[in-house]
């Protein structure tokens, strides 16, 4: 079975503070794709990155850098130097078989 | 070039009644998924229409149904409304089907049921 799981719920940093989003994953299948989108209040889930199950290189844009472990079926998110503007509800995502299964988000708050 | 617009944002409704929402792609994308958002259920995947048909349904009963037009657009109904209905509704949509490719989400349709 396919399954997404966000353990932390929510959790709020001081800003300029770093912050890991954890992403645990299960899947059957040896081809998969791994996001991370987030959705501000304004409801639009907006899309920040996308690995492939082949992928496992650590990637970084800006502020936001993602680590993928196979072995350990995980797809954390990091973002360095937080801000206010990174308070949002964040997803992990899997697609596999013919479905996309989503975790059940953290909400990030960044306190100014 | 446009995003996902999905219309209208907000409809209050009452029980019994049915409601459709609309979706319009990306263009030349021919994927098009329906996601209901509740804060007890989370995202859950309702139905993913692709070169008109679809191809995968979630766990929803028959009450909701999804249709894809030549130009990609579709359409989402669900008849006899519940209180339990009251929802966000996403759209998404990708070039090809949603397993191998990314999926851009519209801003939502927030359905209220009185």
Known sequence: AQKVTQAQTEISVVEK????LDCVYETRDTTYYLFWY???PSGELVFLIRRNSFDEQNEISGRYSWNFQ???????FTITASQVVDS????CALSGGNQFYFGTGTSLTVIP | KAGVTQT???LIKTR???VTLSCSPISGHRSV????QTPGQGLQFLFEYFSETQRNKGNFPGRFSGRQFSNSRSEMNVSTLELGDSALYL???????SSTDTQYFGSGTRLTVL
Do not use: H, I, L, M
């Open chain 1, 38 to 40: 987030k959705q501000p």
């Open chain 2, 33 to 36: 998924s329906w996601y209901q």
């Open chain 1, 70 to 76: 196979k072995s350990t079926s995980s797809f954390n």
């Open chain 2, 16 to 18: 019994g009644q049915q």
């Open chain 2, 8 to 10: 209208p944002r907000y």
């Open chain 1, 88 to 91: 949002a509800v964040y997803f």
């Open chain 1, 17 to 20: 503070e770093d912050v890991t």
């Open chain 2, 91 to 97: 759209c998404a949509s990708s070039y090809g089907p």
